[in-house]
């Protein structure tokens, strides 16, 4: 090797140690400069204040026996209010019918006491007139939201009693997210991004959406903290293009369709903390509007703050409604179940998510990042998403049903700087790492399985599927002629469904299916993809079969699913309607979070065929559901569980076959966390609902044994 040779290589070298130490001290600064930025944030997010005066509503001509409409009290108790200057709009003890909204005024407080329930009337009309609205990423005109202020200073919703949506047998019986009859949300989206010469304007976009619950719009100085909120229509607390906004100790159960938990939506300076989300679809998802709209109006959503999440959060949604672009979100100090960050936009949604900062978590199972520039819906390619700066460090995770860490860009737009540091994962399903389109992806410290990964992972994802495949026609699994593609680019029916093709699959749905179907498992199947049973349609698991989803949920009205035998595996089981049912006669079931939001759990052991019901996690049910074990002569295969949340609902156990004189005690439950609530009815059905056929028998809640049981058991 010659001098010159020598010298080239020696500066190659130097060159690539500064390039190296330049991205390394780059990194640091991004994320020294984003936690450094947090006490500003927190500094400026300053819960209002109110005059100590209260305006009870009975004042008004509020009667609280839950018949009298209280909804002219509200309106004069909150006029009366804002003209002294503001004070607390107080809601007494009792139960307050409102048929309509309660629009809030500059520097009021809705203060609901301990025992006080407001129930929203069930009359559509009287959600009229239209007010402005953002629906699903789109201004327009629409139902007033239940709760709703209108360019407002210092509004408040406060206190420790309940607010009662009334939805279930309502406004969450429409068949799609519109009044039928009237104009589809997928309409409003082409309209509202009309431009140009074919501008509509937002006061002539007239659409009758179900209504969001909590819905301060172009508000300053927004607080909603302590209120119990249940069977909500749409979306539950939306602040949209709010400043200065602060959401806490709020308690959310509701499991209707598109049920959200928080959205804060275009705003500015929002802290979120200390909140029990119970909910059927996003726990809390950040927004910043659709497409061609966004664009115009300009506003993103920015300096959202999440911190102190109880046990049951499940991290936060960015997306897919975030074309005005996301900004400095910081989550930070929890210990819950579910996973980190899930970012999703589709290839036309343009903007950007960027500057999200992450620490001290610990989490149960799920996934710690998962970024998608290829989310379901069209997908042109023109304006794909920029993802850029994520920064997530010392975080533990117990489990996870699969690739922990999914960072998926696209080629127009690869994702930027994603820093992984002091992480552990444990009962990893490897790889960890799935990864296409992605420069200067580094981990730092992360250990999974105990083993240290490379700081530099490769890419190993080529494709990543996106579209929905529906089971149109009763048959087997493995029988390609029931299945259609749809919302698809180029992938051909005659196809089975698949992680690589499908971000969804139903059975049932879809605009071909007037009629239910039944889909008969023939094959194994073990994919990421989340599954749903629509309306009418059932889903068989026979023996000699293994059922491995990432996402399962029964959740439209008489779906039934029914497992005879075989192997469920399962990350997230959601049963989110009045009407579903799963039947488990046989086989094994293993669950790491299991959510009987509404419908029926039927365990049926009258064979002594079932082998085994676990769930890793939490087992929670919500209000209005029904549990039912039927046992054999010895038994009954118990749900085993680390924690057990019950809200509410009934419990059905038919002993007939069961021979108590022999056996005694009979365990239902066995746990090794902590159990919460009891069979009760919950507060809308208060007292044992505990039905036991065949015998006479008591329930005992035994938390220092770590099992629910009957005992005492007598003809």
């Not at 809390?284 to 993103?300: E, N, S, T, V, Y």
Request: net charge neutral; aromatic share 10%.
């Amino acid at each position: 090797m010659n001098k010159t040779t020598v010298a080239r290589n020696a500066s190659f070298g130097l060159v690539t140690v500064a390039f190296v130490l330049a991205c390394i001290c780059a990194s640091q600064i991004a994320e020294a400069k984003g936690w450094d930025e947090l006490p500003g944030i927190l500094a400026r997010i300053v819960p209002p204040t109110f005059r100590d005066e209260d305006f009870v509503i009975t004042n008004y001509g509020a009667v609280g026996d839950g018949v009298t409409d209280c909804n002219p009290a509200f309106k004069k108790a909150i006029a009366a209010c804002t003209r002294a200057g503001g004070g607390r709009v107080l809601v007494p003890g009792g139960t307050w019918l409102t048929n309509g909204p309660i629009h809030l005024k500059n520097n009021v407080n809705l203060h609901i006491t301990k025992n006080a329930v407001v129930k929203f009337g069930t009359n559509f009309d009287d959600y009229l007139p239209l007010v402005k609205s953002r629906c699903e990423g789109s201004v327009c005109m629409t139902y007033s939201p239940l709760i709703y202020a209108y360019k407002k200073t210092n509004v408040a919703v406060t206190g420790m009693g309940r607010f009662d949506g009334q939805a279930k047998d309502t406004w969450a019986k429409w068949s799609d997210k519109t009044k039928p009859g009237t104009l589809a949300n997928e309409r409003l989206r082409e309209v509202a991004a009309r431009t140009g010469k074919d501008f509509v304007p937002v006061e002539k976009r007239e659409y009758y959406f179900k209504p969001n619950f909590f819905e301060p719009f172009e508000c300053e100085n927004v607080l909603i903290e302590d209120v119990t909120i249940v069977d909500y229509p749409f979306w539950c607390i939306h602040p949209t293009f709010c400043t200065n906004v602060t959401i806490r100790g709020l308690s959310l159960h509701s499991h209707n369709a598109n049920n959200d938990g928080i959205n804060p939506d275009s705003s500015t300076d929002v802290l979120i903390e200390d909140c029990w989300l119970d909910q059927s679809d996003d726990c809390l998802a950040i927004k910043a509007g659709r497409d061609q709209d966004a664009w115009r109006i300009g506003k993103p959503c920015q300096n959202i703050v999440i911190r102190n999440m109880p046990s049951n959060f499940d991290g936060i949604a960015i997306g897919s409604e975030m074309a005005g672009g996301v900004r400095n979100v910081f989550l930070y100090d929890c210990e819950y179940d579910g996973g980190a960050l899930y970012c999703k936009s589709n290839l036309d949604r343009g903007g950007y998510i960027k500057d999200i900062y992450i620490k001290n978590l610990k989490l149960g199972s799920g996934g710690l990042i998962n970024l998608r520039n290829n989310y379901h819906g069209y997908r042109g390619g023109n304006f794909p998403t920029e993802f850029r700066n994520i920064h997530i460090e010392d975080v533990t995770l117990d489990r996870t049903g699969d690739s922990a860490v999914r960072i998926l860009g696209v080629a127009k737009a690869p994702v930027y700087d994603v820093f992984l540091k002091n992480i552990t994962v444990n009962n990893a399903k490897m790889p960890f790492v799935q990864m296409q389109f992605a420069e200067n992806v580094v981990l730092e410290n992360v250990r999974v399985n105990g083993k240290l990964q490379p700081t530099h992972p490769k890419r190993n994802v080529f494709e990543s599927g996106t579209g929905y495949i529906t089971a149109i026609r009763n048959g087997n699994w493995s029988d390609t002629s029931i299945w259609d593609v749809w919302k698809m680019d180029g992938i051909p029916d005659g196809t089975l469904p698949s992680s690589k093709n499908h971000g969804r699959v139903m059975i049932g749905g879809g605009p071909f299916v007037k009629n239910g179907v039944t889909v008969t498992l023939d094959m194994d199947i073990d994919e990421i993809f989340e599954l749903r049973i629509y309306k009418d349609s059932t889903l068989i698991i026979p023996s000699g079969t293994t059922f491995k989803v990432a996402k399962f949920r029964p959740d439209r009205s008489n779906s039934v699913v029914r497992q005879t035998g075989g192997t469920s595996i399962i990350d997230k089981l959601s049963i989110d309607d009045v009407k579903c049912q799963y039947f488990i006669t046989g086989g094994t079931v293993k669950v790491n979070n299991f959510s009987l939001g509404e419908g029926s759990l039927i365990i049926d052991d009258s064979s002594a065929a079932i082998a085994s019901i676990s769930v890793a996690n939490a087992f929670q049910t919500g209000a209005g559901t029904t549990t039912k074990f039927i046992a054999h002569k010895n038994g009954i295969a118990p749900v085993q569980s680390k924690d057990v949340h019950l809200n509410g609902e009934k419990l059905i156990v038919d002993v007939t076959r069961y021979d108590y004189a022999a056996n005694g005690d009979l365990v239902l439950f066995s746990y090794t966390g902590t159990r919460t609530g009891k069979f009760d009815g919950g507060a809308k059905k208060p007292g044992p609902q505990v039905t036991v056929i065949g015998a006479k028998a008591d329930i005992v809640y035994d938390d220092a044994g770590k099992k629910i049981k009957l005992t005492n058991f007598r003809p």
